[in-house]
Every structure is written in structure tokens, then in C-alpha cells.
T-cell receptor
Framework: GAGVSQSPRYKVTKRGQDVALRCDPI?????LYWYRQALGQGPEFLTY????????KSGLPNDRFSAERPEGSISTLTIQRTEQRDSAMYRC????????????FGPGTRLTVL | GESVGLHLPTLSVQEGDNSIINCAYS??????FIWYKQESGKGPQFIID?????DKRQGQRVTVLLNKTVKHLSLQIAATQPGDSAVYFC?????????FGTGTSLTVIP
């Protein structure tokens, strides 16, 4: 069956531009997580949703980062006024149950800020 | 911040041998632990998990051991195969946040 998908797979942008990263979770999965992963490092938690409600955004680095999941399915992570330090792999994961423990990860979006 | 780390960044094993990957965690309140496998260019893939009320759990060719006294987690892979070559991450959960370690790169030598 279809797994978690993310788009775009690669995004190159200029410093100061806004970017929107999309995550399509597995159908029926109620929890959705966003992570950032640096090369050679484990994923770093950013935020997560149960259905459409954002439960925890304590991992978002600053107020330039925001996320939404308005209909409890697709989610968008938005980074405003991008900076070079925002360059990373952004990964989305979903789980079947609330605060589900088995998370299924997407392929990620590689963001490069020039 | 929380600390979840791995003792060895790289591990090479001969095909058919058993592999042991270790992980230390710092928060004694963590109640759930997971091992993930990440192949090059792909997202992390769930391998096995264990709750803090257990000290051992077995899956297919994999075993996770949890020692809460010393806050140590290990992943044992039996009869390691070339397809096991990947980076392995341990993760601990505190509430609904997952904290991942740095990762150990496992290379299986044919």
C-alpha cells in the first residue's frame, strides 16, 4: 500500500524566501510528526499532530517555523524568511494510533537554502 | 536537553555473525524505546520496540535488551546479512516526543 509521501523531494531556495513542505500521511493514520534530520544524525523532533490538532510544537526552532494539518490528513510545514541554517532534510512520519508508537517515515524533503 | 547516544559510530561484522549495537539514554523517566534502521536515501524504518516494564523483547532475528539500571539499550541482530547494512538509531520517548540518538553505521562484510 501507499506509504507516507512528501513533496517536493528537493527544494532549493534563496535566503529570505518562504517555503512550504508537504506531507501526505498513510491513509487513516491519526498522528503526524515532523522532524528535521542533519546528515549523519538522528531525526530531531519538531512538532506533531493528533488529527488536526497540533499537540506539541516545542521542537520548532523559532517563530519562522509553523505547521498545520487543517483537515487531519495532509500537513504543511512552512518556513518563513529562510536562512542558510535551515538547510536540512525534513521528514514527516505518521502513526495509526494517537501518540502511536510505530511511526512510518516518509522519504523526506531535502531543503537547501542558498 | 535530553541525551540519547550511541557508543560506537561504526560497526563492521562478517556476514553470518551476530551484531550488537549499543545505545545509552539519559532520562530515567523515558518509558518507551525504539530501534530504527535507515538505509541510504530512505527514511527510518521501525525495527523493534520495548517498553520500560520489560527488559527483553525478541523479533525476527532481532532482540532488544533494556537495562534501566544503567540506562542502556542494545539491539542484537542474529546471523547478520548484507541487507542489514544501514545506520541504526535508537529513540526514546518522553510523552509524545521522540528523541533519536546519533546513529551507528553497520557494515556487513560478505
Amino acid at each position: 500500500g501507499a506509504g507516507v509521501s512528501q513533496s517536493p523531494r528537493y527544494k532549493v531556495t534563496k535566503r529570505g524566501q518562504d517555503v512550504a513542505l508537504r506531507c501526505d500521511p498513510i491513509s487513516g493514520h491519526v498522528s503526524l510528526y515532523w522532524y528535521r534530520q542533519a546528515l549523519g544524525q538522528g531525526p530531531e523532533f519538531l512538532t506533531y499532530f493528533n488529527y488536526e490538532a497540533q499537540q506539541d510544537k516545542s521542537g520548532l526552532p523559532n517563530d519562522r517555523f509553523s505547521a498545520e494539518r487543517p483537515e487531519g490528513s495532509i500537513s504543511t510545514l512552512t518556513i518563513q524568511r529562510t536562512e542558510q541554517r535551515d538547510s536540512a532534510m525534513y521528514r514527516c512520519a505518521s502513526s495509526l494510533r494517537l501518540a502511536g508508537n510505530e511511526q512510518f517515515f516518509g522519504p523526506g524533503t531535502r531543503l537547501t537554502v542558498l | 536537553g535530553e541525551s540519547v547516544g550511541l557508543h560506537l559510530p561504526t560497526l563492521s561484522v562478517q556476514e553470518g555473525d551476530n551484531s550488537i549495537i549499543n545505545c545509552a539514554y539519559s532520562n530515567s523517566a523515558s518509558d518507551y524505546f525504539i530501534w530504527y534502521k535507515q538505509e541510504s536515501g530512505k527514511g527510518p524504518q521501525f525495527i523493534i520496540d520495548i517498553r520500560s516494564n520489560m527488559d527483553k523483547r525478541q523479533g525476527q532475528r532481532v532482540t532488544v535488551l533494556l537495562n534501566k539500571t544503567v540506562k542502556h539499550l542494545s539491539l542484537q541482530i542474529a546471523a547478520t546479512q548484507p541487507g542489514d547494512s544501514a545506520v541504526y538509531f535508537c529513540a526514546e520517548t518522553q510523552g509524545n516526543q521522540f528523541y533519536f540518538g546519533t546513529g551507528t553505521s553497520l557494515t556487513v562484510i560478505p
